[in-house]
């Protein structure tokens, strides 16, 4: 089969791209890209060229096997392996089907602008993400490099950074980089006007100022109670935290949250890494939006959000390496399904507070294995004019493995 070559262009077009790069553009039949990279190439390259498809995942298989045969070269901006096209086309095509020619990043060319060591900088692509994936990353004295969507990117950051209790944070906007139309707009994100239209190509980069009316949510399992909406279906903080080191999430690992109540535990999986998945699994539609709304506000808009009953509802829900069932053990066949369901080497976690649940987690210890820990935890509160100890109800926590086949 015939490779795809994937070339890498900056806003310096045509100018800053290698002999190589040019030579495969040259010998094409058909260049894709966006209408803004098609611009950049002289009249002389390619006979055929061809806007990038809308919606772009759905639509690139049909584009290429209409072009099936000829010289297809793709363009995309940068670094095609870095938030690019090119991750598409490997998932898509293979990496052996690729040819990747690299630009230099939009993240490499601002780290030298502003003098920021890359390895110190966390980069949030905005480019069909929504916005609130940004929250994830913020905390005080923190750098972090916004990929822009557009040119109203840097204000709705600005907006979000205030929202959050950032305001004082330091926003630079470097637009065009690398062409002769580059430009810098400082400020901070509670003053911030743009100086004026932004560059639809652009980069947000943000200092992060301290909080001092506000704690911002740390990054270890087990938030403060107050930092989700609920309506008290909530897993409580050192119980949160203790199952969250039960399900033991991997980069890459799927989790089900059946009975997701507020949705904490699903959230607080998500928060561990980037490359974390889950789906948040609530019968209550009320509910089911709160969780919505709480993995927002906690940065991690990626969660999938299912409404309805389990174990109906899990039917067809890709496999998970872990489950966490905090409501509904009970129910006739949810450990059953969510047991079958669960990935060789996988967990399972089941956390009980009535008497019932406990004896189902009992009998289900008793046929699967694994163990049962009984987490109490008392708070202090006032008593008077003294200081007394609260009990919160104890929670059961039912933690098994699957085997892993032979």
């Given amino acids: 089969m015939r490779p795809v070559p994937v070339v890498g262009i900056g806003a310096d077009g045509w100018a800053g791209l290698t002999d190589t790069a040019r030579a495969e553009l040259v010998a094409a039949d058909v260049v894709v890209g966006s209408a803004r990279q098609l611009a950049l190439l002289p009249a002389s390259v390619a006979p055929e060229r061809v806007p990038y498809p809308s919606p772009l995942v759905e639509g690139l298989p049909g584009l290429l096997d209409a072009h099936a045969g000829r010289a297809v070269v793709v363009l995309a901006s940068g670094d095609p392996m870095f938030f690019g096209i090119g991750a598409t086309l490997a998932r898509l095509l293979g990496p052996e089907r690729l040819r990747v020619l690299p630009h230099v990043s939009s993240v490499t060319l601002a780290c030298a602008r502003l003098g920021w060591p890359a390895e110190d900088v966390e980069t949030v692509s905005l480019v069909g993400r929504p916005l609130a994936a940004l929250t994830a990353a913020l905390a005080p004295g923190r750098r972090v490099l916004v990929l822009s969507a557009d040119a109203d990117t840097p204000a709705r ?13 330091r926003v630079t906007v470097l637009g065009d980089l690398g062409a002769a139309t580059e430009s810098r707009h400082d400020g901070t994100a509670a003053d911030w006007t743009g100086a004026g239209p932004m560059p639809a190509l652009n ?9 001092p009316d506000a704690e911002p949510p740390g990054w270890a399992s087990g938030l403060a109670d107050g930092a989700y909406e609920s309506d008290g279906q909530l897993t409580k903080q050192e119980v949160r935290a203790v199952t969250l080191a039960k399900l033991a999430p991997l980069p890459g690992e799927l989790l089900w949250d059946v009975g997701a109540g507020s949705g904490s535990v699903a959230i607080e999986w998500l928060r561990v890494h980037p490359l974390c998945r889950a789906v948040a699994v609530e019968r209550d539609p009320v509910r089911a939006d709160r969780v919505r709304r709480n993995a927002d506000t906690l940065g991690v808009p990626r969660l999938r959000v299912v409404t309805g009953s389990a174990p109906d509802v899990l039917h067809g829900l890709p496999a998970p390496a872990a489950v966490f069932v905090g409501g509904g053990v009970t129910g006739a066949g949810v450990v059953e399904t969510c047991w079958d369901a669960l990935a060789p080497g996988g967990r399972l976690v089941a956390n009980a507070v009535t008497v019932e649940s406990e004896a189902a987690v009992a009998t289900w210890r008793a046929r699967l294995g694994g163990d049962l820990v009984r987490v109490s935890v008392q708070r202090a509160s006032p008593v008077g004019g003294f200081t007394g100890w609260r009990p919160l109800m104890p929670v059961t926590i039912w933690t098994a493995r699957k085997e892993r086949e032979q």
């Fill in 157 to 169: 950051v600005a907006a979000l950074l205030t929202e959050r209790g950032y305001g004082a944070s």
């Fill in 203 to 211: 980069i947000v980069a943000v200092t992060c100022a301290d909080v």
